[in-house]
């Protein structure tokens, strides 16, 4: 059964640029969230959407957004690029919201993006 | 807020060596614990996992125990092999939703 697939996997991008990120989940599950890894910050929740709602939103600024559609697939934005949005982008998938019992998260394989 | 926190690495061992990383958190409630693995080049893989206090959670020979008590959920491993040799984070997390919060991450290197 396919993973969770993240495109592209490389870009690089000029400040103020906007970009795109693309996740399809593992075929069935209806929960994508996006996280952020830099090696100065770590891993830092971005947002989850379920069944094409926004369920969950971490500390990041509104240049940050993303959508999921019916089919489940998600795709990330981000506004007016900044130097300091370079990073690794991790979109992960789960059958169900939530980190209860049964309900294992799996990521895909993450987007770098650099700004330059 | 919650917070996790893992011990600085990188952690350089030898093969079958024992292996400790150490992993506290600060939450309010009864988080759910886990340990994800990042190897070079790839995503992060789920290890192992605890939803209670006293679970106990194992995978290819890792273990670790939910320590209410001691807030701790630290990884052990008897014999590490080289093929160990990854990025290990502890993350923690509220039923509430799917949001994981992780720690800084613990570089472990295992030469034969």
């Known amino acids: 059964k396919a993973g969770v697939t993240q495109t592209p996997r490389y870009l690089i991008k000029t400040r103020g640029q906007q970009v795109t990120l693309s996740c399809s989940p593992i075929?069935?599950?209806?929960?994508v969230s996006w996280y952020q890894q830099t090696p100065g910050q770590g891993l830092q929740f971005l947002f989850e959407?379920?069944?094409?709602?926004?369920?969950n939103k971490g500390n990041f600024p509104g240049r940050f957004s993303g959508r999921q559609f019916s089919n489940s697939r998600s795709e990330m934005n981000v506004s007016t690029l900044e130097l300091g949005d370079s990073a690794l982008y991790l979109c992960?998938?789960?059958?169900?919201?939530?980190?209860?019992?049964?309900?294992?998260?799996?990521f895909g394989e993450g987007s770098w993006l650099t700004v330059v | 807020g919650d917070s996790v926190t893992q011990m600085e690495g990188p952690v350089t061992l030898s093969e079958e060596a024992f292996l400790t990383i150490n992993c506290t958190y600060t939450?309010?409630?009864?988080?759910?614990l886990f340990w994800y693995v990042q190897y070079p080049g790839e995503g992060l893989q789920l290890l192992l996992k605890?939803?209670?206090?006293?679970d106990k959670g194992s995978n290819k020979g890792f273990e670790a125990t939910y320590r209410k008590e001691t807030t701790s959920f630290h990884l052990e491993k008897g014999s590490v092999q080289v093929s160990d040799s990854a990025v290990y984070f502890c993350?923690?997390?509220?039923?509430?939703?799917?949001?994981?919060?992780f720690g800084k991450g613990t570089t472990l290197s295992v030469s034969s």
């Open positions: 959407y379920f069944s094409e709602t926004q369920r």
């Open positions: 992960a998938s789960s059958l169900g919201s939530g980190t209860i019992s049964g309900n294992t998260i799996y």
């Open positions: 075929s069935g599950h209806r929960s």
């Open positions: 605890a939803t209670k206090a006293d």
């Open positions: 939450a309010t409630g009864y988080p759910s």
């Open positions: 993350a923690l997390s509220h039923q509430a939703g799917t949001a994981l919060i």
